[in-house]
């Protein structure tokens, strides 16, 4: 059983940046792939960012590449999500979840979320 909790949410102008965390409870943390997604109002889930068990690779969504950076401390039991230059539409509720790829259906631990509102 894993247990995620996400934090880092509010806020925030056009080209501003926040740093999302997923804290992760579990001893089994280190050897899971982790990933990122979104849902924002009226629309469907969506993928932002994956990295693997080991940090060593990583892939992203293409409307945030150059943007956003995922990474992972293993030591800590956390994953994180740089986000910067945000835009409007990066506005949605974020989610960390516990697999690999890009479809929602392929991960099967999920936290709670944290709300992301950039403003014009």
């Known amino acids: 059983q894993v247990q995620l909790v996400e934090s880092g949410g509010g806020l925030v102008q056009a080209g501003g940046s926040l740093r999302l965390s997923c804290a992760a409870s579990?001893?089994?943390?280190?050897?899971?792939?982790m990933g990122w997604f979104r849902q924002a109002p009226g629309k469907e889930r969506e993928f932002v960012a994956g990295i693997s068990w080991s940090g060593g690779s990583t892939y992203y969504v293409d409307s945030v590449k150059g943007r956003f950076t995922i990474s992972r401390d293993n030591a800590k039991n956390t994953v994180y999500l740089q986000m910067n230059s945000l835009e409007p539409e990066d506005t949605a509720v974020y989610y960390c979840a516990v697999g690999s790829g890009r479809y929602g259906g392929t991960y099967n631990y999920w936290g709670q979320g944290t709300q992301v509102t950039v403003s014009s």
């Open positions: 579990g001893r089994t943390f280190s050897a899971n792939a």
